[in-house]
């Protein structure tokens, strides 16, 4: 008997995300609505909708595999950035394009820069057949973003960094925010920047385990 996709999805959102603190309509909605085992390699179709992270690359030169983001700090995420569908988003990592996808149901528009060709040309594709048609993926180095179509009302990041650079936040729209979870491991904890005036500043919101994003590394300081 195969996998009911439906009904999984269904115990995803009412046991993994509900639980924890995600009442937002529409990033319900579009977990209920965007199926997950699209996305993925055929060997991680049967695991779509277990509570973890899917690893989709193996690990590069600095040891930093990809992965397809847990629901339930996906979710929290989305939430954290309340888009709207007038707005333009720019989502750092687009991986294999599932998230995404929530976002294209979330936004009017979204530019998805990613700096693995393969992964690039895949998740653009997929969004392309399965009619996620307002999202346009572009390569490129995650940490310069994608400042052809800036600014952008929503920056969103699909794994932690250690540090967001400067040049995302110039690209953020006057009043616009920021979404990044910042750090490794168990101690990261869910940003939100905010432009005002110019000027970008941030607030912790809650704290979050995910993996990282490859480059957004801090400047190591030479100890004596």
């Known amino acids: ?132 048609d307002n999202v346009a993926v572009v390569t490129g180095d995650l940490e310069k973003g994608y400042a052809a179509e800036a600014p952008y009302d929503v920056i969103i990041f699909n794994g932690a960094v250690e540090v967001v650079p400067e040049a995302l936040f110039e690209q953020l729209r006057e009043g616009g925010r920021l979404i990044a979870a910042i750090g490794m491991g168990a101690a990261a904890q869910a940003y939100v920047y905010v432009k005002d005036g110019g000027v970008v500043s941030g607030r912790p919101a809650f704290n979050v385990s995910i993996k990282p994003l490859p480059g957004f590394r801090k400047t190591r300081e030479f100890v004596f």
């Open 1 to 132: 008997m195969g996998t009911d996709y439906q009904d999984a999805r269904q115990k995803m959102v009412d046991n993994q995300i509900r639980t924890t603190d995600v009442t937002s309509h529409s990033v319900l909605k579009a977990f209920l609505t965007v199926a997950r085992e699209d996305f993925l390699p055929t060997p991680l179709k049967p695991l779509a909708y277990i509570d973890t992270d899917l690893q989709i690359t193996s690990s590069d030169e600095n040891g930093v595999a990809r992965y397809v983001m847990e629901p339930s700090p996906l979710a929290k995420l989305l939430q954290l950035a309340q888009i709207t569908p007038d707005q333009v988003v720019l989502q750092i990592g687009c991986g294999v394009g599932y998230s995404a996808a929530l976002l294209s149901m979330l936004a009017g528009s979204v530019v998805a820069v990613e700096s693995d060709g393969t992964l690039a040309e895949a998740s653009s594709a997929k969004l392309s057949d399965t009619g996620y």
